[in-house]
C-alpha cells in the first residue's frame, strides 16, 4: 500500500496542500485528478522527495518513504527531463543504474525496454534527434527500466497521439498486473475513467472525493432522472411532490429528486400521462463529478 | 504485500551514486569534440613551444667553420678557443679555397679559413666577420704563438687553473624554473577557465533540461553535485599530467633546461596547485551556474569568478618577473589567486617552506567554506527553474 497521509505544503503565503491524503494499493492504478494549480505536482514531488512537506509523511508498505525506497519508485516528472546530447541506449541504461541495477543487467533492461518501446531502431540516437511522442517514449522507458516497485507519473498522457496513449496504458496495466501500485495525474477524464481502478479528485489543497468511479457516483449529490413521455402536457413533473425540474423540452425531462423522494411515484406520474419511452438515472460522467466536486469547494471556501 | 522481487538491484552507496555520476561525466566529455579539440589545441602549443626553443637555440649558437689545408691542432684550437666563447663550433675540412668560397656564399657556413699554419692565413666570410672573426683571430694567434715558442725551444708548463666560486649558484637555474613554473601557470589557467566552464555548463545542461528533477529522485544534491566535480576533476587532472609529461619529455629530449631535477620539482608542484585551484573554482562556477536556467545566462553568473582567475593570471605573470616583489607576497597567500601565483614563487626561489603550507592551509579552509556555502546555494537552486534565482534566495531556500 502507498499511503499519502496529511500533506500539508505551504510556499510562502500560498497555502498548496492542506491535508492531502489517499492510498493505492498494489496493483491498484490510481488516478489523481484536480485543476491546474490544485496541488497534483506538490503532491507528487513531494513523494519523490524533490519537495519537504511542512506535515504529512508518504508510505510505501507501512514504512516512510526515504532514499532507498525512492530509488524502487519509477518517476515521470511532469516538465519532461533527459539529457538531449546523452543516445537514448545509454541515457536508459544510466537511469537503470542510479536506481540500483547492475551495469550489465541495467544495459540489458535498457535494451529490452526501447525495444518493446518501438525505440530500438533509435537506441544510439541522441535523444535530442528524436521527436517528441518519442521522447516522450524515452521518458516512459526510464521510468520503467529499473523494474520499480511502485510507479508515480505526472502527466503521462500529455503530447501523446492516440496510439501512444493505448501503448501506454498497455504498459501501465502491466505494471498493475506485475502487483506494482500506480498513481498518476491527468487532465484526460475519458482516459482516467476507462483506466483507473480508484480516482482522487484534488481542489485546493483537499482531496474532495476519492474512491472508485462507481462508488464517487452513487455518492454524488444531485443525481439526475431523466424521463421521456411524448405525450405528456409540459409541467407533469413539477406536479409530483419533491421534484425539482432541471429542463423539459417536448416531454423530455431531466428531474432532480429531493431526498427521500420515491422514483417509482415520478414513474406512476409518467405512465398516467401515456407512453414513456424512456425512464433511466442519469450516470454521471467524470467529468461532470470532477466538475461538481470541483465547485462544492469553490463555494465553500468562497 | 507482494512487492516484485529484485535479484539484479542492490541498493547503492552515496559513493557508488557519486562513481556513476563522474563516470557519465567522464564518458560524456570524453568524445566531446570541444573537448577533444581543446586537448590537442595544448598539447600542440605545448609541443611548438619546445620546437620553438629548440630553433632558436641551435640557430644562433653553433658557429660553422670551413677550413682548408688545417690539421688536427688546427681544429683542437678552434674548438679551444670556441669553449673559451662558450660558443659551439663545427668544424669543416674542404679540399680547395674554390669548394669553400662557395660554401660561405651559399651560407653552408659562416666562414671559411685558408692556410690556418702558414704565413698569411685568411678568412672568408659573406659580409662581416663578427664572432667567426673573433673566434678565428683567437684560435690562429694561439696556434701561432705556441708554435713560435717551441721553436724558440721553449718548454711550458700548463698555467695553473683559476677556481670558480659562485655566490648564487641557482640564479640561472631559478630563472629558468620561474620560466618553466610560469609556462606551467599558462597550461594551469588554460585548464582552470577550460573545466570550469564544463562544471558550469553541466550545471545548467541538467537544469534547462530538467532532467535534474529525475537525478534527485535518485540521490541528494550534494551527490550530483561531487560527481560532476570528481568526474571532470579527473579528466582535467589527466589532462594536466598527459601535457606535464609531454612537456618534460620533449624538454629533456630536446635539451633545453639545464637542471631536470628543477623542472620536474616545479611542474610536480604546478599539478599540485592545480588540484586546489579546480577544487576551489569548480565550486564556485557550479554555485554560480546553478542560479540559471539557461546556457544564454550563464555568462552573467560566471563572469565575477572568472574576472579573480584572469586577475591571478596577471598577478602571475608579473610575478614571474619580480618573484620577491609584495604583489606578489602577498597574492601567493590569497585563496583564489595562490594556485596561480604561489607556484611561480616557489619556482623562482622565493618562498619558504612555511610561505607554502600557509597558503595551501589557507587555501584548503577557502575550498571547505566554498563546497559548504556553494552546496547549498546549489542545493537551493537546483529545482527553481525558469529565470534566474537570487543567491540569497537560494542559500535560504528550503525544499
Redesign the interface.
Known amino acids: 500500500?502507498l499511503e499519502f497521509d496529511g500533506l500539508y505544503k505551504a510556499y510562502g503565503s500560498n497555502q498548496v496542500l492542506e491535508g492531502v491524503g489517499f492510498g493505492v494499493a498494489?496493483g491498484q492504478m490510481f488516478g489523481f485528478c484536480g485543476s491546474n494549480g490544485a496541488g497534483k505536482t506538490t503532491t507528487m514531488r513531494i513523494a519523490?522527495?524533490?519537495?519537504?512537506a511542512d506535515a504529512g509523511e508518504v508510505r510505501w508498505?507501512g514504512r516512510p518513504v526515504d532514499?532507498?525506497v525512492?530509488?524502487?519508485?519509477g518517476?515521470m516528472?511532469e516538465?519532461?527531463?533527459?539529457?538531449?546530447?546523452?543516445k537514448v541506449g545509454e541515457q536508459l541504461t544510466?537511469?537503470a543504474?542510479?536506481?540500483?541495477?547492475?551495469a550489465a543487467?541495467?544495459a540489458r533492461?535498457a535494451g529490452a525496454w526501447a525495444e518493446r518501446l518501438g525505440l530500438g531502431e533509435r537506441r544510439d540516437d541522441r535523444v535530442e534527434k528524436l521527436s517528441l511522442g518519442n521522447q516522450q517514449r524515452v521518458q516512459l522507458a526510464?521510468a520503467l527500466v529499473?523494474?520499480p516497485?511502485v510507479l508515480i507519473l505526472d502527466e503521462p498522457f500529455s503530447g501523446l497521439d492516440p496510439v501512444g496513449v493505448d501503448s501506454l496504458a498497455d504498459a501501465l496495466l502491466e505494471q498493475c498486473r506485475?502487483?506494482?501500485p500506480v498513481v498518476f495525474s491527468s487532465h484526460q477524464l475519458d482516459l482516467v475513467e476507462r483506466l483507473c481502478d480508484a480516482v482522487g479528485i484534488l481542489a485546493r489543497g483537499r482531496i474532495v472525493a476519492s474512491g472508485s468511479v462507481a462508488e464517487l457516483r452513487t455518492s454524488a449529490a444531485g443525481r439526475q432522472l431523466r424521463v421521456v413521455a411524448p405525450d405528456a402536457a409540459p409541467g407533469w413533473a413539477a406536479a409530483v411532490p419533491g421534484v425539482r425540474v432541471v429542463s423539459e423540452q417536448r416531454g423530455d425531462a431531466v428531474l432532480e429528486l429531493a431526498p427521500g423522494t420515491d422514483d417509482q411515484q415520478v414513474l406512476a406520474a409518467a405512465l398516467a400521462t401515456g407512453r414513456v419511452t424512456h425512464f433511466a438515472w442519469r450516470e454521471p460522467t467524470l467529468v461532470e463529478l470532477f466538475r461538481d466536486a470541483v465547485t462544492d469547494t469553490r463555494e465553500v471556501a468562497a | 504485500?507482494?512487492?516484485?522481487a529484485?535479484s539484479?538491484?542492490?541498493?547503492?552507496s552515496p559513493a557508488q551514486?557519486v562513481r556513476?555520476v563522474a563516470g557519465?561525466e567522464v564518458s560524456?566529455r570524453i568524445r566531446d569534440k570541444g573537448f577533444l579539440i581543446g586537448s590537442a589545441v595544448l598539447i600542440v602549443l605545448i609541443v611548438g613551444l619546445l620546437v620553438f626553443q629548440v630553433a632558436i637555440n641551435s640557430g644562433s649558437e653553433t658557429t660553422r667553420i670551413a677550413v682548408v689545408g688545417g690539421s688536427e691542432a688546427v681544429t683542437g684550437a678552434l674548438e679551444t678557443q670556441a669553449e673559451a666563447l662558450d660558443v659551439d663550433v663545427q668544424v669543416t675540412e674542404y679540399d680547395d679555397e674554390g669548394a669553400a668560397r662557395t660554401a660561405v656564399e651559399d651560407g653552408d657556413v659562416d666562414g671559411a679559413l685558408l692556410d690556418p699554419a702558414g704565413a698569411r692565413p685568411e678568412l672568408l666570410v659573406e659580409n662581416d666577420g663578427g664572432q667567426v672573426e673573433t673566434l678565428v683571430q683567437g684560435a690562429v694567434q694561439g696556434l701561432s704563438i705556441s708554435q713560435q715558442l717551441a721553436d724558440a725551444g721553449v718548454q711550458l708548463t700548463s698555467p695553473p687553473e683559476v677556481e670558480v666560486v659562485a655566490l648564487d649558484a641557482d640564479a640561472d637555474a631559478d630563472v629558468e624554473a620561474a620560466v618553466v613554473a610560469l609556462v606551467g601557470v599558462v597550461v594551469l589557467y588554460s585548464l582552470l577557465i577550460l573545466f570550469g566552464q564544463f562544471v558550469a555548463q553541466g550545471v545548467v545542461?541538467?537544469k534547462s533540461?530538467?532532467?535534474?528533477?529525475?537525478?534527485?529522485?535518485?540521490?541528494?544534491p550534494w551527490q550530483l553535485l561531487a560527481g560532476k566535480i570528481l568526474g571532470l576533476g579527473l579528466l582535467g587532472l589527466g589532462q594536466m599530467v598527459v601535457i606535464a609529461v609531454v612537456g618534460v619529455a620533449g624538454a629533456l629530449a630536446f635539451d633545453v633546461v639545464e637542471l631536470p631535477g628543477r623542472l620536474i620539482g616545479t611542474v610536480v608542484t604546478v599539478v599540485a596547485w592545480f588540484v586546489l585551484g579546480y577544487a576551489f573554482y569548480a565550486s564556485v562556477f557550479a554555485a554560480a551556474a546553478s542560479l540559471v536556467s539557461r546556457q544564454e545566462d550563464l555568462g552573467s553568473v560566471i563572469t565575477p569568478a572568472s574576472i579573480v582567475l584572469v586577475v591571478g593570471f596577471v598577478v602571475s605573470v608579473q610575478a614571474a618577473q619580480d618573484p620577491t616583489g609584495s604583489l606578489a607576497t602577498v597574492t601567493s597567500f590569497v585563496p583564489g589567486l595562490s594556485p596561480l601565483v604561489m607556484p611561480v614563487r616557489q619556482a623562482a626561489g622565493g618562498a619558504a617552506w612555511w610561505e607554502v603550507a600557509v597558503a595551501v592551509v589557507l587555501m584548503l579552509v577557502a575550498i571547505a567554506a566554498i563546497v559548504r556555502i556553494g552546496g547549498r546555494v546549489y542545493a537551493g537552486a537546483l529545482?527553481r527553474?525558469g529565470g534566474k534565482v537570487k543567491f540569497r534566495e537560494a542559500l535560504s531556500a528550503?525544499?
Do not use: C, N, Q
Not at chain 1, 48 to 52: I, T
Not at chain 1, 79 to 86: D, F, S, T, V
Open positions: 500500500m498494489a519523490m522527495g524533490l519537495a519537504r508498505a532514499e532507498a525512492r530509488r524502487r519508485i518517476y516528472p516538465e519532461r527531463g533527459l539529457y538531449p546530447k546523452m544510466y537511469f543504474r542510479l536506481h540500483g541495477m547492475d543487467p541495467a533492461a526510464a529499473s523494474e516497485d506485475r502487483g506494482v | 504485500m507482494t512487492a516484485p529484485h539484479d538491484v542492490t541498493p547503492h551514486l556513476l557519465r560524456t545542461e541538467e533540461s530538467r532532467v535534474v528533477e529525475l537525478l534527485l529522485a535518485t540521490m541528494r529545482l527553474t528550503e525544499r
